[in-house]
């Protein structure tokens, strides 16, 4: 229509130039053909000439419009169909944010193969028809979404992994889960997602491989690794249990990068402790606080019955030094002092650590030094307060 406008107005304009050009003098044309004369002005000429001109044109269009009629219908038709199906998908994500799951589903799937992406309704049909608690129906739409060559099987194993998280559905999601991570194995959402649904379902021995990567490529926050691996190594040293030998052979297993991590160490700590290693135990402990605070290491290497305590409690005054007062090492102080026999010192240690913090174990040893000093209403009290502490309330 535009087109037919411009062309008019356009042989308009030149019919008005010619009118001013042949205003004065409308010249004369003379044409014979085959017998024939034909006379008259040529400004009569000229119009009649674009007339005809406009005219062919014009018809010339319709029979081309005419000759491709039907591939042009269904060009329009087409046109109409992907506008409905937009419309419809962008109202089926209106409906899901507002959380109209019902809507949403409806929206999403009614004209979801006319859209140019039918695989992405697919992938929020599923969403909307889980949120409503149609697990049949959400897995239909993952597998229609499945079965669209524009959308990622990544695309597709994501969504479904998470939904069956969800859903409660951790044999399912584990499957998922290692197909996904096969498919992009440094992938940061899939590594954080596997390694959350690892620690969900206890399958350390998956989590321990994945840790490394996830300190690679992942996200997540470094503490949330930290406290991941050590839940993972520490399935490892439990397993060793008391064993010396199988505990060392567990530690070899670890990453390097994560012998100095404090959330890796202390539970081999302990358990070395427990497998009464302590001497072995305190060089671990005493490498990582070197170098960094850690309250668990701190508190552990109180307990450590290493050969030599003097040597050990000169190390937790060092520390004191270094990163000041901390209740912990105030009280791992104290226990030291006991074992070393300087009981008025550890008696400071306890006082000074509960002004810090109020523990049950600082209390239970201030007793403890209460009796040594034959102060027994004192050590009544303290173990009255530090049996409070411990016991929860009721």
Not at 3 to 31: K, N, P, Q
Not at 278 to 289: K, S
């Amino acid at each position: 229509m535009r087109r037919l406008l411009l062309t008019f107005f356009f042989f308009v304009i030149i019919g008005a130039g010619l009118a001013l050009l042949f205003r004065d003098d409308s010249g004369y044309l003379l044409i014979s053909f085959a017998g024939w004369q034909l006379e008259t002005s040529l400004l009569f000429a000229a119009v009649a000439l674009l007339i005809a001109l406009w005219i062919l044109f014009t018809v010339w269009r319709l029979l081309v419009a005419g000759a491709f009629l039907p591939r042009n219908t269904r060009k329009w038709m087409g046109r109409r169909r992907a506008r409905k199906a937009r419309r419809a998908m962008y109202s089926g994500l209106l409906k899901y944010a507002e959380g109209r799951w019902a809507q949403a589903e409806r929206d999403m799937q009614k004209r979801a193969q006319r859209n140019e992406s039918p695989g992405l309704n697919y992938l929020y049909a599923a969403q909307a028809a889980q949120r409503q608690g149609h697990s049949a129906d959400r897995d239909r739409y993952l597998e229609l979404a499945a079965a669209q060559k524009e959308v990622s099987e990544l695309a597709v194993m994501l969504t479904q992994a998470q939904l069956q998280i969800e859903q409660g559905q951790h044999d399912q999601a584990q499957a998922s889960l290692t197909r996904l991570h096969e498919i992009a194995p440094q992938h940061a959402y899939v590594l954080e997602l596997y390694a959350e649904q690892c620690a969900r379902t206890r399958d350390y021995d998956k989590l321990r491989a994945l840790i490394p990567a996830l300190y690679k490529h992942s996200k997540m926050k470094r503490k949330r690794v930290d406290t991941l691996a050590a839940g993972a190594w520490d399935d490892a040293f439990r397993r060793a249990g008391t064993d010396v030998e199988a505990l060392n052979q567990a530690w070899k297993k670890v990453p390097r990068r994560l012998h100095k991590q404090p959330a890796v160490v202390a539970p081999y700590a302990r358990y070395l402790h427990a497998a009464g290693a302590d001497d072995e135990a305190a060089r671990l402990v005493r490498r990582v606080l070197k170098r960094e605070w850690d309250p668990a290491l701190g508190l552990l290497y109180g307990d450590l019955k290493t050969r030599d305590p003097v040597v050990q409690l000169a190390n937790i005054e060092k520390w004191l030094k270094q990163y000041g007062e901390e209740p912990e090492l105030l009280l791992s102080a104290g226990r030291l002092c006991l074992r070393n026999d300087v009981v008025g010192r550890a008696r400071s240690y306890f006082e000074a650590s509960l002004k810090r913090q109020s523990r049950p174990e600082a209390l239970l040893e201030l007793g403890r030094v209460f009796e040594e000093l034959d102060e027994e209403q004192e050590a009544r009290t303290a173990y009255r307060q530090g049996l409070e502490l411990r016991l929860p309330p009721s």
